[in-house]
């Protein structure tokens, strides 16, 4: 069992910046793919980002590349979304996903642990 508790979310003006954590209990933590999806009032929960256990392979949906950045500490239990450039449509609570794996996933029905969530507002 994998329990994860997301912080960091909050209100930011537009071109700002937020770096959301998501800390996780167990000592398994390195075994664990993890992923960044986010769901806005009216929509589906979309995928945002995905590491591999090791923290050697990301990947990113188009609309964040280069402007959110995905990492990991394995010793901290800790995954981490910095997020630049933020823009008004980055507005969702943003959760973060694991599951056992080598490698990095991006469908949501792919993890089995999920985090309560953390809410982004960017204002215009």
């Known amino acids: 069992q994998v329990q994860l508790v997301e912080s960091g979310g909050g209100l930011e003006q537009a071109g700002g910046s937020l770096r959301l954590s998501c800390a996780a209990s167990?000592?398994?933590?390195?075994?664990?793919?993890m992923g960044w999806f986010r769901q806005a009032p009216g929509k589906e929960r979309e995928f945002v980002a995905a590491?591999?256990?090791?923290?050697?392979?990301?990947y990113y949906t188009d609309s964040v590349k280069g402007r959110f950045t995905i990492s990991r500490v394995n010793a901290k239990n800790t995954v981490y979304l910095q997020m630049n450039s933020l823009k008004p449509e980055d507005t969702a609570v943003y959760y973060c996903?694991?599951?056992?794996?080598?490698?990095?996933?991006?469908?949501?029905?792919?993890?089995?642990?999920w985090g309560q969530g953390t809410q982004v507002t960017v204002s215009s």
């Open positions: 996903a694991a599951r056992s794996g080598s490698y990095y996933y991006i469908q949501s029905q792919d993890y089995n642990y």
């Open positions: 167990g000592r398994t933590f390195s075994s664990y793919a």
């Open positions: 590491i591999s256990r090791s923290g050697g392979i990301t």
